[in-house]
């Protein structure tokens, strides 16, 4: 049954994404532009939705011919590179803490994930129950299985391949294009997506290099697995941070009709303006901290003709003057 809310991910995983298209040479840019994601992203705790980059890991692996394209994209940052989720695990100290610490903060990363790690006796089981919703997915399952294999690669060294794989999807060419997986006994169609690692090697240490840490310490600022008017907000606020967002965009982004998203909104006792004011306002008052952006240019960043109509917008949000504001943060 498909969630009434919207599925959401930190928008450090954007970069992921971009780096491997750029790395390929292709244009980024026109790749988010296809599937509603915005070019670049500020900050990396904001969120995004997440079923965008379903559609994208798809449409490149398609159109470019890149059949392995969801195993190159965890390859080119892997998951401890990721700005929002390296800080989270750095601290591990063996790969057993690791991988423990990674299964219980990664659902503050994205929607409906689930890892695990299981003691089966004669071999431990990191894996991932998959949601109905995505079931199914090839390109993406390679993203994630690359990715934990990746993390195990922290402990054991790059050369180790697991014994025995377990795939959600049926069996595709799509994975002997996959270096990392050609080596290893695979089951698909599996419940579930598993790599089997010998018991002795979660006493191995790991080296973390430490990730920049990002602007707060609370890995769970932004509430991925939020209600629809939280996620609604979320993508007018993460946006709006590079473009004039409307409302038949944001409807696109959440995937339903600006009819539908009209009525949800009053259903919620909201209007679409009335968000898009309050996040104008928010990033107002974070580049007004900077006392090296101009008032015109934030003026134009958000969209307002002059500095006179974003001034008399910031005086009516705040009932003081941009440059008085300014004048009293710092």
């Not at 409906?112 to 919703?133: A, G, T």
């Amino acid at each position: 049954m498909k969630s009434n809310n919207i599925d959401m991910v930190k928008a450090a995983f954007h970069m992921q994404f971009k780096t491997a298209m750029e790395n390929c040479g292709l244009s980024a840019n026109d790749y988010f532009k296809k599937v509603n994601l915005p070019a670049e992203t500020i900050d990396p705790e904001s969120l995004l939705p997440l079923k965008p980059f379903f559609h994208l890991i798809n449409i490149v692996s398609i159109n470019e011919n890149i059949p392995d394209f969801g195993s190159l994209v965890a390859q080119t940052t892997p998951w401890h590179e990721v700005l929002s989720l390296g800080p989270l695990i750095e601290n591990s100290k063996n790969l057993k803490q690791l991988l423990e610490t990674f299964c219980e903060v990664a659902s503050s990363q994205s929607s409906l994930v689930k890892f695990s790690l299981i003691d089966e006796d004669s071999h431990y089981c990191f894996s991932y129950s998959d949601v109905p919703i995505y079931k199914g997915d090839i390109q993406m399952e390679l993203y994630r299985i690359t990715s934990m294999i990746q993390l195990i690669h922290l402990a054991t060294g790059d050369e180790w391949r697991p014994e025995s794989i377990r795939l959600i999807m049926p069996q595709n060419k799509a994975v002997d294009a996959s270096l990392l997986l050609t080596k290893s006994k695979i089951a698909f169609s599996q419940k579930d997506s598993a790599i089997s690692i010998q018991n002795d090697f979660l006493q191995l240490p790991v080296k973390l290099k430490s990730t920049r840490k990002t602007d707060t310490d609370n890995n769970n600022r932004a509430d991925q697995n939020a209600d629809f008017a939280s996620s609604i907000r979320n993508i007018i606020n993460t946006y709006s941070q590079t473009k004039i967002i409307s409302i038949e965009e944001t409807a696109g982004i959440a995937d339903m009709s600006v009819r539908t998203l009209q009525r949800r909104l009053t259903d919620n006792g909201l209007k679409f303006n009335e968000l898009l004011s309050q996040a104008k306002y928010e990033h107002a008052k974070e580049m007004l901290r900077d006392s090296q952006t101009p008032i015109t240019e934030i003026a134009e960043s958000l969209g307002y003709s002059d500095a006179a109509h974003f001034t008399r917008a910031f005086h009516r949000w705040s009932g003081v003057s941009p440059t008085a504001f300014r004048k009293k943060a710092g």
